[in-house]
């Protein structure tokens, strides 16, 4: 009996400890999860601790780029604006004329002697004419550059960014940047075409995008022109999604156009109204003389009454540039 018990005693033991190994020891999958660990671990690690410091380096490196390019380029806007004076050279070629500036001083002659002549046939007095000698020869000529220059400046921005969007859609559908440029400069109106025109050229005869760039700036002084530079400079040097970029440019010059238009419809209230206070004394002016012809005659026969005309006219353009320049808003 007592034999018995002690073999049942030991069966049990024996069978507890098979329980307990199975229930506590690790499994063949849990071994080959360790050993594998045990190799690849500190391997993986060094992997995973060479690709994020590989990540971090690229990332180091491309924001040093970026910051070096808006440093090189903030330095050239400084650098234009230090230029103040433009000389007559440039600003022919942004009026879009090919003439050179002894052409400009031959037109100038010739406008102030036909001025002068204006002046002789219409029996004014000779300071008279001696002002218009010189409207013709200093303030006419350079009012027509500085028009013609506005005018082109403004077709321009209209049509640029549809020209950004031929840039966006070309790369897009895998077309180099330059050829879209001068798909640009093929098939976009004018003046468009004539930049983008100079502009190419200026890359096929061997000069960097970044200077192409810069003497398009100087032809063509715009904020606009200087965010597109931006964003190509940008996108040469540090890379990046160059028709994601150009799209979002095309879609805040849209806005800023869509702004100016909302200020012009909004000052127009203004301008209408400093338009005819600036006409009031003209026509206030107009009606005297038709009622009563002899009252207004001391103002231009003596020299007092000149002296108040010419007191009264100052004024009078000093009030029409102040209610311009309140009225002017720029984007």
Not at 45 to 63: C, D, I, V
Not at 190 to 208: A, N, Q, S, W, Y
Not at 246 to 262: C, D, I, P, Q
Request: overall charge positive; charged content about 20%.
């Amino acid at each position: 009996m007592d034999q018995q018990l002690l073999i049942i005693a030991g069966l049990g033991v024996v069978c507890f400890a098979a329980l307990a190994f199975v229930l506590l020891a690790p499994t063949q999958k849990d071994k080959s999860n360790k050993r594998l660990a045990s190799i690849n671990g500190p391997g993986a690690a060094r992997g995973g601790g060479t690709s994020n410091a590989a990540t971090e380096a690229q990332n180091k490196e491309r924001r040093r780029k970026l910051a070096e390019t808006l440093e090189q380029l903030d330095s050239q806007a400084k650098d234009l604006k230090k230029k103040k004076r433009v000389s007559l050279t440039q600003q022919l070629e942004q009026a879009g004329l090919t003439a050179t500036p002894k052409h400009f001083y031959i037109g100038s002659v010739i406008a102030a002697f036909a001025f002068a002549f204006i002046g002789l046939i219409s029996g004014q007095k000779l300071w008279i004419t001696g002002l218009l000698f010189l409207i013709g020869g200093f303030g006419f000529p350079r009012w027509v550059v500085s028009f013609l220059k506005k005018r082109r400046q403004k077709k321009f921005v209209n049509d640029f960014s549809n020209a950004i969007d031929v840039i966006v859609r070309g790369v897009k559908s895998g077309l180099p940047v330059n050829e879209c440029l001068k798909i640009i400069a093929r098939e976009s109106p004018k003046p468009v075409c004539d930049e983008f025109h100079m502009l190419t050229e200026g890359i096929r005869i061997g000069m960097t995008m970044e200077q192409s760039l810069a003497r398009m700036y100087e032809r063509m002084p715009l904020q606009e022109v200087n965010f597109f530079g931006i964003v190509l400079m940008i996108q040469q040097k540090t890379g990046g999604n160059l028709a994601e970029a150009l799209g979002n440019l095309a879609h805040v010059l849209r806005s800023r156009k869509l702004m100016e238009g909302k200020i012009k419809a909004l000052s127009a209230e203004a301008k209408a109204s400093a338009m005819i206070i600036g006409s009031l004394p003209f026509l206030v002016m107009g009606a005297v003389k038709m009622a009563s012809p002899d009252y207004l005659t001391p103002l231009f026969a003596t020299r007092t009454g000149n002296f108040i005309l010419i007191g009264a006219g100052m004024w009078m353009m000093t009030g029409i540039l102040v209610m311009k320049k309140m009225t002017q808003i720029k984007v």
